[in-house]
T-cell receptor, first 113, second 114 residues
Framework: EPEVTQTPSHQVTQMGQEVILRCVPISNHLYFYWYRQILGQKVEFLVSFYNNEISEKSEIFDDQFSVERPDGSNFTLKIRSTKLEDSAMYFC???????????FGPGTRLTVL | GENVEQHPSTLSVQEGDSAVIKCTYSDSASNYFPWYKQELGKGPQLIIDIRSNVGEKKDQRIAVTLNKTAKHFSLHITETQPEDSAVYFCAASRIAGSARQLTFGSGTQLTVLP
């Protein structure tokens, strides 16, 4: 069964450093998403991406964040200058054309020291 | 924006009993309501969903009901088993073109006691 994969599973970084989180969505899916979950809190929407551009973004997704689909398979989230409060689990998700269901990856745990 | 409230935050049931988790939403334009199960250390897994043109949907031991007028929806799990123990999240979305962000509830930790 096809699934969303994410790398790395755990990323530790120093405050102020740049990080790139990587995702491989389900092939033939066209909509891509990033969500985050701070420990013990709700899953929060960050951004959605369709047709090579951002469709929606939340207030969390400020100028420090960017997304890219550099090739036909990867979907990345970049945080330019990490802050302590960026520590969270980051989930990638994807959905297919004409389908509402979003399928989530296993997540990347980001720890900012 | 949309706000989703979920209750209870924790729920313990005996194996074989039923479990019910309830959610309310604020945006009357929301038209898609999925439920996710999250096991420890894993990503949310879609278990069932319902669209606003349907009042109830069932898949084996799992059912979801939607009351658009009252803006609430519920997850029902019958004949619970220990492997049903997990955190369950409800979510709501207003699907319109390429817009389809999910707003999640705060989660329910379900424990099924053997």
């Amino acid at each position: 069964e096809p699934e969303v994969t994410q790398t790395p599973s755990h990323q530790v970084t120093q405050m102020g450093q740049e990080v790139i989180l990587r995702c491989v969505p389900i092939s033939n899916h066209l909509y891509f998403y990033w969500y985050r979950q701070i420990l013990g809190q709700k899953v929060e929407f960050l951004v959605s991406f369709y047709n090579n551009e951002i469709s929606e973004k939340s207030e969390i997704f400020d100028d420090q964040f960017s997304v890219e689909r550099p090739d036909g398979s990867n979907f990345t989230l970049k945080i330019r200058s990490t802050k302590l409060e960026d520590s969270a689990m980051y989930f990638c998700a994807s959905s297919g054309q004409g389908r509402n269901e979003q399928f989530f990856g296993p997540g990347t745990r980001l720890t900012v020291l | 924006g949309e706000n989703v409230e979920q209750h209870p935050s924790t729920l313990s049931v005996q194996e074989g009993d039923s479990a019910v988790i309830k959610c309310t939403y604020s945006d009357s334009a929301s038209n898609y309501f999925p439920w996710y199960k999250q096991e420890l250390g894993k990503g949310p897994q879609l278990i069932i969903d319902i669209r606003s043109n349907v009042g109830e949907k069932k898949d084996q031991r799992i059912a979801v009901t939607l009351n658009k007028t009252a803006k609430h929806f519920s997850l029902h799990i019958t004949e619970t088993q220990p492997e049903d123990s997990a955190v369950y999240f409800c979510a709501a979305s207003r699907i319109a073109g390429s817009a389809r962000q999910l707003t999640f509830g705060s989660g329910t930790q379900l424990t099924v006691l053997p």
